[in-house]
């Protein structure tokens, strides 16, 4: 009985969770052994958790927020909520690497902004979720943790860099995560493990930064198996603060609201593989075509239409931009012979870009990244949302360190096979990622819905009708059988 009862609190979506805890249905006590459990017996397969924390003292923090509920106090929404937070973000006292052997024992001294909304909305921080070293890659390795297993095959790669994220969700390791997102960390993971990832609008969560004036590429999101988890979780993260000047002032609040919402006549265009200039691999898109009936169902009107614009010359533009804000931050270790000896191929050749910029490129970007939003700007003035596939490949083996190929065509970057979520991290535009259904390997994969600039609540409303009528994530589980690969062949 004690087990049923553990996995059914395991089995609650965060706002139910939420809900449990506030009605005290549930104990803090309770969550918090139902979650570890549930860890010990199933993270040793994938490695999402790491650097996780002691039993006791996690279980004396959790009977401290029940004795806050008994006395009656306000608490917050993520009130016992067991969290793991990526680990490009620092949480005070718990370790801080980046998947980096530089910073193999660094421990955070403070948190970051998100941390610390997370921490007075009653989080319980349990550990760091795994990425790829320094976040570069959509392959959630580094040699300080090792590689992140698919939730669905252990063997497979879990995407990144929010890869132990994503996992860590699908297999009920934790209730909702926190993820970042620059080229689909918020999108490819999701899809790779069958639940939801929101890419938020840049400005919507405040993040830290030397220079907090220019709009940058990287933003923070949430990883849920529900759009109204991850609107939960987007209801803590979000919000207004000074140290960020450019942030969002709306009240964040309306992302926990209900999401119901009449879709009948909402018009979607789907951008497929935009007439041929983005590469698949055999049956990826056949699924994400499938999917668009879901949204038939619920009274939408699809049709294939996508921009016209050159992809090629807007993966040029974003890997400039991404040089002028990634090698400024690995700089410093670079120009160490001592550290440089301990980054990977990839850091290097990022910072090593950034050496080579001039102002005529970063100027021929910058303008270029406005010609696309304005692009497709014009073309939403069409549609209400646009639909594409959130990744070019199923997930591979987890031994290999990125896709040489896809769909016949070589890949000339370590990154270059994940392109088709760069039109959406160049409009600055918000997306979220929902589940697309399973290969013939029985591998998942998804689409991202496309929302108008700050149009975060329209993209749950319209997950959440989705979810309600496709059902992927309540249909295929992730369960304990699935994870294990000789069994989910």
Known sequence: MQDERQDGITALGAVDLAAAIRGRVVSCVDV????????????????????????AALLQEAEARDAALARGDAVGPLHGFPLAVKDLDAV???????GSPIFADRIAQNDTIMVARLRA???????????????????SFNPVYGATGNAYDPEKSA???????????????????DGSDFGGSLRNPPAFNNCYGLRPSWGRIPVETKDVFTPGLSVLGAVGRSPADIGLMLSVQAGYDPRCPNTIRQDPSAFASPLARDFRGTRIAWLGDFDGQIPFDPGVLDLGRAALATFTEIGCVVEEAAPR????????????????????VLRPLYDVPAHRAQMKPEAIWEAERGLELTID????????????????????????FLVMPSAQVFPFDKNLRWPREVGGRPMDTYHRWMQTVVPVTMSGLPALDIPAGFGEAGLPTGI???????GELACLQLGAAYDAAS???????????????RLSR
């Open 32 to 55: 918090m052994r139902a979650y570890l459990e549930r860890i010990h017996r199933l993270n040793p397969q994938v490695n999402a958790i790491v650097g996780l924390q002691d039993d």
């Open 92 to 98: 005070r006292g718990l370790p801080f690497t980046q």
């Open 121 to 139: 909305a009653g989080a319980i921080f349990i550990g760091k979720t795994n990425i790829p070293e320094f976040g570069l890659g959509s392959h």
């Open 159 to 177: 995407g990144g860099s929010s890869g132990g994220a994503a996992v860590a969700v699908a297999l009920k390791l934790q209730p909702v995560a």
């Open 309 to 328: 614009f050159d992809m090629e010359q807007l993966w040029r533009d974003f890997i400039t931009l991404r040089a002028l804000m990634v090698a400024p």
């Open 361 to 384: 490129r970063l100027t021929a970007a910058l303008e270029g990244r406005t010609r696309w939003y304005e692009t497709v700007r014009r073309f939403m003035e069409r549609y209400d």
């Open 448 to 454: 991202q819905i496309v929302a108008r600039n700050h």
């Open 471 to 485: 059902n992927w994530v309540r249909r295929r589980p992730c369960t304990e059988r699935a994870s294990d690969p």
